[in-house]
């Protein structure tokens, strides 16, 4: 598994999908959530555009960084 993926919940009625980051070997931490998406379909695009766009930000962010030192 690579350092972030995401994940679908199913809640009562309704789906979540989150952004999720590996701290160590075994503990995920939630980096980015949204709820009540009515299908899991949804929540997927959802998931998938998110992630794509979270980690071409960070990427982006630390590119930066290494320029300006």
Known sequence: MAKFNY????????????????MTSKKMVVTKKKDNFATKKEANVWGKAELDSFVTGLNDRRRLLKENK
């Open 7 to 22: 994940r679908l919940v199913k809640n009562d009625k309704s789906w979540s999908a989150e952004i999720i980051r590996k």
